[in-house]
């Protein structure tokens, strides 16, 4: 009988994967890029990252040892750059989980190149996050009260009432349930790496691959187990947005006290995180030459997906206005007026033109198979998320009712150096993923590949006869 | 003993910092006001440097310890007799300021004066205090303050100008070339101290000079009656008040008694009440002007020509008054028939005053109008003055500097002041002090003509010295210690009386022996001197009252003459109303309190109306140069709406460059062209842009209320129309909560109830809130960066009117402090609940339980809580620890604090009510220290669940209501809405 | 007699491995060798989910799901107890006018305590029920094992099945189209 790559009929294969690689094809180009000598480029690399990071680490230390004060916040406007960043980064977060969870739960063959790609991004950008949720307090070295500890200083509890409390149970499940997923997903490949390693490289690997020998029974349980945490991820990932929304909706600042703020955070931060995909994945795809596994189709498809939720987001800012207007209320109105035309109004207007508008574009198929532009466009697409949650704090807080108090906020360079010093951290995480651990789900895509030829060989044969 | 102490610390002190002033971080330590350090505190290690610095400079390891006095003090009855530890004593003392004495209440905890409140006993306290005196015990305990006698610039000690003082008064012979110069002296014994002195030196001389003064107000009586008087205004008993650029209810006067006696009339409960009218016109926006049912804004060299062709009006003094000259637009002219007709329909019931400020003839002509409507004896009375010739000043120190000159005075003995800095600039007062070959100055601190002095004397502070002082009428009080001087310093009297050899050399035996002396009969004597001290109020010292006649000839011939020209435009010198004439220029407190009317912290700026900045072509923030009188300054602008136009004021005590760390190079000196002819106001300002901006510290920079109705105000027609317009005011649908509210009926619930209509936003509240809560100041940087630290603040909103509104504004001020909402949007979002309810209704804020997320200060629609962005409190000295309130936290960094309606004070008196065995506590018994300081009693606290309490019936008023009640926040504090009683043949149409 | 073979008397025998090299062989041959058969005690190792091999072999249905609710259940429950004892119990604050317990804040926390507990049971109760980790197991002794995370099927007929012979097992499974097969020692 003939290999799989053999009898694998072409218009069948153009699909997902080209070049109709044999499964040990599969395994030897994801294993080399871990098993491969490091690249002096790769040390660069993480030699600036690494140093980005370490900007990061000064600019807290500052901030602990000196106070909130070293950041531009102030009466009134308590948050600024600490909870945008936050929600900026949270809300990247969000693709990984979605790619793994609902497109799993939806049958999209094409995202198991990604998914595990797409979930070191989220785990990364999560971390990033919780950075600022603990820095922004002013007491940092006491946040741990926000968790029910019972601690001893006062034996009192966190007021479950608060949404802040409800954003560290929200947060801190996710990343912890978001790292199940992945490693989880892990271990096959992981069994694989153990499996190929000649030097002392396979006790780790086999240590972190827990024996997996994919014995029938393994699978049964696996898949049972993936099945589930696919379920669970799906309402979680939800969730978290819509909670980290609630920080703001359950206030009564106008501008905040919206009820449409949990969709609409929730089709923010897919939009977001899909377009860090999209930046994340053309470099990566390039770099390691893995184009034939992650092909111009999925991109196309994260753009597609872009082009929905950015879509979705400009209705929630057209929506936003229509009800200041129609609520009557003279607070809520002005506010909206305030973002649009007040001393925010850049900030306004960068919003909108990066994510309403720089989207649209990929109506175009030429223009969303066009790598180059879909990589602009992508990180054009962050930035104005960046500004849609600095937009939605600030200049909600900067002027509220009392006029008397209105203020203004202005960001110190410890405020963008912190900030800077995030993707440092980033991006140092990420060059540590792709150097040790398989960025392709290699299974996933084995059974994908497989079972496509099986069905196309039943298929066959069905024709021949 | 003593004595050696003072050596060791002394020399120790100034060892250390003449070697400090050698290294360059301390000298540019120096050369930054303090707030920059606030800033500063960012850099840990420059500050800590600082710190160990200061430690090694300053001998104060012993201050913090108990320094009770030793001569025998008695506390007031609010206090206990035997000393309990951690109990506060209260004693009585009185405060000196312009001239006159105000009866205070000292707060004593253990041995350090911490808390001033005004004594209840006292004719012009009435309990309530000034910001001014309020901030004085944060002066007390000054590090900065001068330490240590200095000879010639260089450490010295008592001693060894004793010995100094003994050798030179027996050369001073008859005391030809002999000068003493003072304040305007109202204590009765140095007065005896001074009689003696000049008796043993018939050739000397006794200046006396004060910055800002009442000088023509006192010409204007001499003027008018031909004989000293002093008037006094009893606002209380007049319907109909004009005020010619007199800020009665602020600076202008002694603020507490105007605006108890003026608030008393403004008080309405129902629509039936009655209210008075106040005209008020004035160049610069003060807080009468603030308060006026009319305010005409007119530059105050205008004011004669108006008074003139009112009194015309009024047919008073006959029709040969004339003014040639100024501006008579019809306005002015539809303005003088209304006042006049209003005037003459209230005859024996109205009140004309004339501000510090306007020549001696204004205040004649006031007091001429006064005569004609009847009002002496009714809403004016006199009394006789302690002095029975007036002697301008001005007079007094141009002769002085004049013989400086001349080379005619060979010992010049200054008795604080700081003429060196205060003397009008023609003067050149500091280059004559040069020339004199003896000059002794005693002075709080280390200023201006300090350094230019032979000898500089380290002044005892009047909290921690014996004296005396009398107020306007002549009551006479006894200033007595709190504890002993912390630099060793010593009285003005004491040093007279070495120089004269007087009889008794120790200020008690001085103040003491005097008294003892006028009360007469030993023991009698002894029991009225304990008594006096007790209730700090002399008995029987008070003047009679007088009813002198005018000489109307006199009056028209000074009134006479041309308006000033209107060419050139005018500036006006102010007293500022945080750094008074630049003697609190160190005071923090009072640098960081905002200008009532523009809101301007840690500066003086050149006031502008808008008409005025464009005729200029400046704008908010730009720096200008004023020159007159052959003299220049710099000062940046600040527009202010409902300023004169063609006029400037600016606030003197500015620019102090010898000063301690917090006023140094503070704003811009008014001094440099203020001239013995142009000492009030001057029309002859030429005034050019210059290059460069300067940033102005505003608390509040939007002015506009943008429709919103946070100060709910209405005419006293529409509300005797309307009684409920401000409950009206809002519309919203019924205010229904998700789950049932929580249950407050029982026990004491606390309230509050501030009356707008009488609140004149003279700050008093803030500083006493400031003072009695340990709030920190930020400094000039960090205000900027909007991140003051008051818990209770002043707002301050412009309602335009007219056909100007931007010109020419109303202005409302409104305090606003923690509401202590029942619903507290607040605690719902705080994550550790750090801020929660009490059963009383306190919305209570635990700070070590707080971490700092400041979700509750983005979530209170008040915007009154505050945040500690940095450590506030690092790094205070010592010396300064000593005027905390024991019974309040001092907050660390990262954690939120905010109005707590003075718990401490709650506890304090449910603690004495348990131990008294009463159930109950009384109302009124626990006062907010906004509320006791509050001079016009604006702010009204108790518990509104007992229905007769003041509180509850005020909560029950019509004017009553709550801000943003449509957020259902339920606050427990209240307002009564704000009227205003305009003239309707004045009226406008009316927005507010 | 005495002609028992030392080697194969304490060697003890775990079973024998087949390889395939195609999915679907593995699959036949495993659905003959246990329907027709009647073998038993089998396992097949593949490098992802083989379909159709579960009933082709016999392994029942994998009972995690049940695990799961369960734990699930008990973040519910506890979460809520957690929330009323801190608020209504242990620390009773007045905190905006609010009862001290109320359902509709709580879902929140609810949910996430309900879905991290799920979470942990799906990952550990795989684990627990796969008896990993499991550092070594015979069938790692084959020659081919690493094969199998690569691009290699085997199937495993154990030595404790009651139709268990070394020579005739191996034979059926060469006949079944298996590449090679070899017996491996426990």
Known sequence: MADLATRQDPHVRARLVEGNPSLGQLTETVSKIVESRTQYSWYIAIGVTGSITGILGMMLAYLVSTGIGVWGNNQPVGWAWDITNFVFWIGIGHAGTLISAILFLFRQKWRTSINRFAEAMTLFAVACAGIFPLFHTGRPWRAYWLFPIPNTDLYMWPNFRSPLVWDVFAVSTYATVSALFWYVGLVPDLATLRDRAKNFSKYVYGALSLGWRGSARHWRNYEAAYMILAGLSTPLVLSVHTIVSFDFAASIIPGWHTTIFPPYFVAGAIFSGFAMVVTLMVIARWVFNVEHLVTIKHLENMCKIMLATGTVVGYAYATEFFIAWYSGNPYERFVFINRAFGPYWWAYWSMVSCNVISPQFFWFKKLRTNIPFMFFISIVVNIGMWFERFVIIATSLHRDFLPSSWGYFRPTAVDMLTFFGTFGLFLTLFLLFVRFLPMIAVSEVKGMVATDAMHDAHHAEAVKH | MIQIQTKQSGKQYWRSLDQLSHTGEFKDWLHREFPANASEMLDGTSRRNLLKLMAASMGLAGLTACRRPVEKILPNVRGVEDYIPGKPFFYSTVFTQGGTGMGLLVEVNDGRPTKIEGNPDHPYSLGAATGYQQASVLGLYDPDRARIPMTGGNPSEWKAFDDFAKDHSTKLGTGEGLRFLSDRICSPSLLAVKAAALAKYPGAKWVEYNAVTHDETAAGGQLAFGQPVITRHKFDKADVILSLDDDFLGLDANTVLPQKEFSRRRRVTSAKDEMNRLYVIESQYSVTGAMADHRLRMRSSDVKGFVADLAAELKVGGNELQIVGGNRDAKRTKWIKAIAKDLTEHKGKCLVVAGPRQPAAVHAMAHLINQALGNVGETVVFFKSAADTVRPQLDAIKELAADMAGGKVSTLVMLGGNPAYTAPADLEFAANLKKVPLSIYLGLEVDETAVLSKWSLPEAHYLESWSDATAPDGTASVQQPMIQPLYFGRTAAELVAQLAGYKDQRAYDIVRNYWIAKFGGKDEAEKTWRKSLHDGVIPGAAQAEIKPTIDVKKINGAIQGAAAATDALEVVFVQSASVYDGRFANNGWLQEAPEPMNKLTWDNAALLSPATAKKLGVAQGDVISIERAGRGMQAPVLIQPGQADDSISIALGYGRVECGRVGKNVGENAYRIRTTDGFRFAADARVRKVAGTYPLAQTQEHGSMEGRPLVREANLEEFRKEPKFAQEMVEHGPLVALYPDHDYSKGYQWGMSIDLNVCSGCNACVIACQSENNIPIVGKDQVIKGREMHWIRMDRYYSGTGEHPDEDPQVVTQPVTCMQCETAPCENVCPVAATTHSPEGLNDMAYNRCVGTRYCSNNCPYKVRRFNFLAWNYGTEEVQKMHYNPNVTVRMRGVMEKCTYCVQRIQEKKILAKREGRRLIKDGEIQTACQQTCPADAIVFGNINDAESRVAKLKGQTRDYSMLEELNTKPRTTYLAKLRNPNEELAEKHNG | ?186
Do not use: W
């Not at chain 3, 259940?73 to 009862?99: E, N, R």
């Not at chain 3, 609810?110 to 991290?116: K, R």
């Open chain 3, 1 to 186: 007699m005495e002609t028992t073979t030392p080697q194969t008397v304490d060697k003890a025998i775990y079973g024998v491995v087949a390889e395939f090299d195609l999915p679907e062989k593995l699959v036949a041959a495993g659905r003959k060798i246990h329907h027709d058969y009647g073998y038993t005690k089998l396992d097949a190792l593949s490098p992802f989910p083989v379909h159709g091999i579960d009933d082709a072999i016999g392994v029942p249905r994998s009972i995690l799901g049940y695990m799961v609710f369960c734990t699930g259940a008990v973040g519910f429950a506890g979460a809520i107890a957690l929330i009323y004892y801190a608020g209504a119990i242990s620390y009773k604050l007045v905190i905006g006018g609010k009862p001290f317990f109320a359902f509709e804040p709580s879902i929140p926390i609810i949910f996430e305590c309900t879905v991290l507990l799920s979470a942990f049971m799906a990952v550990f109760g795989m684990f627990g029920l796969n008896k990993l980790p499991q550092l070594y197991h015979p069938t790692m002794n084959y020659a081919g094992f690493p094969g199998v995370t690569n691009d290699r099927f085997l199937l495993v007929v154990e030595a404790t099945d009651p139709k268990f012979d070394i020579v005739d097992t191996q034979r059926l499974l060469e006949s079944l189209g298996a590449k090679k097969t070899e017996v491996v020692e426990a």
